[in-house]
């Protein structure tokens, strides 16, 4: 039996609209790079139909592995699980609404390839590109002074020198992989700078690549601010965590 060479992550949450699109663009671009793939859907508990839709893909696709959660646990919930049922010598995760084309995926690998024992998107570097509608040009500068903020947050809090720790997009060599994974704890969006967080601990080497990021949507007002509150918390708790030796 060959082994597994990538397994690609796709955390899907009321995703019923385009996941069908997704996964079909998954699969032929998995295909095209000629390697033994396993691609893992994790529908977090959807309230849209997703779940239905999923389990007919999946039934007539056997290339596409899926896992439901049953219940609404978060992101961070939905990509360990994803992540701890894999199998591949490289494991990626990226968002499901492809905000990250999927061809950035062969940056990421190159970097594992490399060397690297994690690889993580960096939309701030000077050779990412953003593709946009001018429809949110009035949320950009918001957007990036709040995450530039959070930014330093978890630089002084955690100690992680990342640039850009909550992108969508990451991939890990299976050993790291499997100490960062196995230690993971939150439950959401935050879960990336607790990722992060346990590389550094052991000195795993993160490598930022730049990447090119479709900005089509934005968070409503009220959901964007209850989930900065929610990030800063969770920043604390990781801090705690750590004292309580979760993560040794």
Sequence with gaps: MCAVQLSLIIPAYNSAAFIGDTLASARAFLERRGETYELIVVDDGSADGSAALLSKLAAANPSIRLISNGANHGKGHAVRTGVIHSTGERVIFTDADLAYPLTEIDKIVG?????????????????????????????????????????????????????????????????????????????????????????????????????????????????????????????????LNAARGFYA
């Design 111 to 239: 970097a594992l390839d490399a060397g690297a024992d994690l690889a993580i998107a960096d939309r701030t570097s000077p050779d990412s590109l953003y593709h946009m509608s001018p429809a949110f040009f009035s949320y950009l500068y918001t957007r990036h002074v709040l995450s530039r903020f959070f930014n330093l947050m978890v630089r002084g809090w955690l100690g992680v020198s990342v640039r850009d720790c909550q992108a969508g997009l990451k991939g890990f060599r299976r050993a790291a992989a499997d100490i960062v994974f196995r230690r993971q704890r939150l439950q959401g969006f935050t879960f990336d700078a607790e990722l992060l967080y346990i590389a550094r601990r052991f000195n795993l080497e993160v490598r930022q690549v730049p990447v090119e990021f479709r900005y089509f949507s934005e968070p409503s007002t009220v959901v964007f601010l209850r989930d900065s509150i929610c990030a800063l918390r969770d920043l604390a708790r990781v801090r």
